[in-house]
């Protein structure tokens, strides 16, 4: 069975940091982009990242570069977003997504692209 599941989510403060794992089972998630996104409720969901599966190369978006970044241990099947400094608006249910495409310069900010998705995690940032 294909499955993409995140986990990490949870109560951080202002300021505060977290990380968020994405683990696969039953395909190799480093033969795929992987995109992380998020989305609060009545809002558009956001693309925060898009990984190449070539050169692991990350694009991330204005709102969260510097803070936030993407790592993958291919032994675990395993990416993880790990996000610094982070404000009460990151909070957002995040999920990741193993991406049929790469990320090219012009779509990469696509936040409906198809692949494997994962089911999100809840990240609250409230004091």
């Known amino acids: 069975q294909l499955q ?3 986990s990490g989510g949870g109560l951080v403060q202002p ?3 977290l990380t968020l794992s994405c683990a696969a ?3 190799t ?3 795929y982009a992987i995109g992380w996104f998020r989305q609060t409720p009545g809002q558009d969901r956001e693309t925060i990242s898009c990984t190449r599966t070539s050169s692991g190369m990350t694009n991330y978006a204005d709102t969260v570069t510097g803070r ?3 790592s993958r241990d291919n032994a675990k099947n395993t990416v993880y977003l790990q996000m610094n400094s982070l404000k009460p608006e ?4 995040y ?3 193993a991406l049929f495409q790469n990320c090219g310069p012009h779509t990469w900010r696509d936040s409906y692209q198809r692949g494997y998705w994962g089911q999100g995690t ?4 409230s004091s």
């Open 122 to 125: 809840q990240v609250t940032v």
């Open 25 to 27: 089972s039953g395909f």
């Open 15 to 17: 300021g505060g940091s």
């Open 90 to 93: 990151d909070t957002a249910v």
């Open 4 to 6: 993409l599941v995140e």
């Open 29 to 31: 998630l480093d033969h």
């Open 68 to 70: 936030f970044t993407i």
């Open 95 to 97: 999920y990741c997504a």
